[in-house]
C-alpha cells in the first residue's frame, strides 16, 4: 500500500474513532471506564514516525489535531502540537534503536518516548494558553488505554500489517 493511501486510510480510522468517543456518550458509563476513550491521533502519530519523514503525514496530524481541538474544546493548537511533538519523538526513538535488531523494543520504545513528546506539547499548549492543568487522571487514563490498543491498530496505520503490498 503506498504511503498517501496509508496515510488516509489512517487518517479516516482516527476520524472514526475519534467521533464515536463522544458520541457513546461514555460519561455514563460504570465507574472505572467513566470518560474512558484512546486519543487515536496518537496511534497515527506514532506508527507513522516508523518510516521516513513525511509532510502529508505531518499535515494529516495537524488536521487531525485541529478535529480533536474542536471535538473535546481544548485551546486551538493543543492536540496538533501534541500530535506533531509524538510524530518526532517517535521518529527520534526508531533511529535511536532501530526495529532491525529486535522489533518489539524498538515500537515499545517509540511508544513510550512518542508519549512523552505528546505530554511535552500539550504542557508547552498549556503554558501559551494559560489553560487548566494538563495531566489529569482522565488524560493519564486515556493514554494508558491508548497505549494497550496501539497494538491493534498498528497493523492498519503503518505498513507492517498484511495490508501491505510487496514492493
Not at 48 to 65: E, I, K, P, Q
Not at 107 to 121: D, E, K, W
Not at 135 to 153: E, H, K, N, P, Q
Request: glycine share 10%; aromatic share 12%; charged share 10%.
Amino acid at each position: 500500500m503506498r504511503a498517501t493511501n496509508r496515510i488516509f486510510i489512517g487518517s479516516i480510522l482516527v476520524l472514526f474513532v475519534s467521533t464515536l468517543g463522544p458520541a457513546l456518550r461514555t460519561v455514563n458509563w460504570p465507574y472505572p471506564l467513566t470518560g474512558l476513550w484512546p486519543v487515536a491521533g496518537l496511534w497515527a502519530a506514532i506508527a507513522w514516525s516508523g518510516g521516513y519523514m513525511s509532510v502529508r503525514a505531518a499535515l494529516a496530524l495537524v488536521f487531525l489535531g485541529l478535529y480533536q481541538d474542536f471535538l473535546h474544546e481544548a485551546p486551538l493548537g493543543a492536540w496538533p502540537l501534541a500530535f506533531l511533538s509524538a510524530y518526532a519523538a517517535g521518529m527520534s526513538a526508531h533511529k535511536l534503536l532501530p526495529a532491525r535488531n529486535d522489533y518489539m523494543t524498538a515500537v515499545v520504545f517509540a511508544l513510550i518516548i512518542g508519549f512523552v513528546g505528546a505530554f511535552i506539547g500539550l504542557v508547552v499548549a498549556r503554558g501559551v494558553s494559560d489553560s487548566p492543568a494538563v495531566l489529569s487522571r482522565d488524560l493519564i487514563s486515556d493514554m494508558v488505554l491508548t497505549g494497550m490498543l496501539y497494538f491493534l491498530a498498528r497493523p492498519l496505520l503503518s505498513g507492517d500489517g498484511t495490508l501491505e503490498e510487496a514492493t
